[in-house]
């Protein structure tokens, strides 16, 4: 055999197997199915005046656009309706609820707050916002990072979670460092998980992508809020502002221990009108 005609060989010999394997990685990427929410949950402060004059019917809205998950406001007494009564309402009308808002002031109070969540089926008490006299230093953070792992231990021995949900203040720089990751850093992971509010980091000026790369395994929970650009003073409907949904469920892992709810304070319109064009939105989305 020639030389020349040997190496001929020899390279087709070569570039063979790479050529088989990008044909594999192509086939298998074209058989890889594509990732969706399969439960898409609502927090109800979305809807919160209509919830307000008339809950029951605000929850069967809720239900009848698609949603199967609800996310309460025990921060708001469930708008008067008591647990024992609201939690038949949620099975008749096919709705979970894994989690709550609560304000700091219901760590006063575990036993009633856990009772609640026990008969609402909760997973999750999520403390919605520190009250302002308690965030004006980094001090003010860790001290209530120290109570939220002391309630969020009572908590887990309860069977249930102690979430932390962020605001747009928390991201607002402080003495050089962001109050968010002083708190974040400080809590214990095997005590308070983590709900990302996409929105409020937007509004608050932080990018949600890093936050989901810098804090992956701690995000549990969503609220899944679009914002115009970062540091607006407003929310919009998902899809039409700066945050990259795709990308960002694409980084959350896998989504069948998680929650993911839609959540809109501001309206063009009928906030019923733009929560199914939400619904709509994140239905369709695949990442």
Same mark, same amino acid.
């Given at each position: 055999? &020639?030389? +020349? ?13 790479? #050529? ?42 809720? !239900? ?36 709550? %808002? ?19 089926? %909760? ?6 916002? @520190? ?13 209530? #990072? ?11 021995? !309860?069977?249930?979670? @102690?979430?932390? &949900?962020?605001?747009?203040?928390? %991201? ?50 969503? &609220? ?9 003073? %407003? ?15 694409? +980084? ?6 998680? &929650? ?28």
């Amino acid at each position: 055999m &020639h030389r +020349r005609s040997f190496l001929r060989g020899l390279g087709a010999t070569l570039v063979l197997p790479s #050529a088989f394997g990008c044909a594999v990685r192509r086939s298998a990427e074209r058989g890889r199915s594509a990732g969706r929410v399969e439960r898409i949950g609502i927090q109800l402060y979305t809807l919160r005046d209509a919830a307000r004059a008339n809950l029951e019917g605000t929850l069967g809205d809720i !239900a009848a656009i698609g949603f199967r998950e609800v996310e309460l406001l025990d921060s708001l007494s469930n708008f008067g309706m008591p647990a024992a009564r609201l939690r038949p309402l949620l099975d008749r009308l096919q709705l979970r609820a894994p989690s709550t %808002h609560i304000d700091t002031a219901a760590l006063d109070d575990l036993p009633r707050l856990i009772g609640d969540a026990q008969t609402l089926g %909760h997973e999750y008490v999520i403390v919605a916002s @520190l009250p302002e006299e308690g965030r004006a230093t980094l001090d003010d953070y860790r001290r209530w #990072a120290d109570r939220l792992n002391t309630a969020g231990e009572e908590v887990r021995r !309860a069977g249930l979670w @102690l979430g932390f &949900h962020n605001e747009p203040w928390d %991201h607002k720089a402080m003495d050089g460092q962001v109050p968010y990751d002083v708190l974040v850093e400080r809590t214990d992971p095997t005590r308070v998980r983590l709900q990302l509010d996409t929105g409020n980091a937007a509004i608050g000026g932080s990018d949600p992508l890093a936050y989901m790369d810098r804090y992956r395994d701690r995000y549990w929970l969503f &609220h899944i809020k679009d914002a115009p650009q970062l540091g607006a003073d %407003h929310d919009v409907e998902l899809g039409k502002g700066v945050v990259d949904f795709r990308q960002l469920l694409a +980084r959350a892992g896998s989504l069948a221990e998680k &929650h993911v709810y839609v959540e809109q304070e501001t309206y063009p319109g009928a906030p019923l009108d733009s929560v199914r064009r939400d619904y709509a939105f994140l239905s369709s989305l695949t990442f």
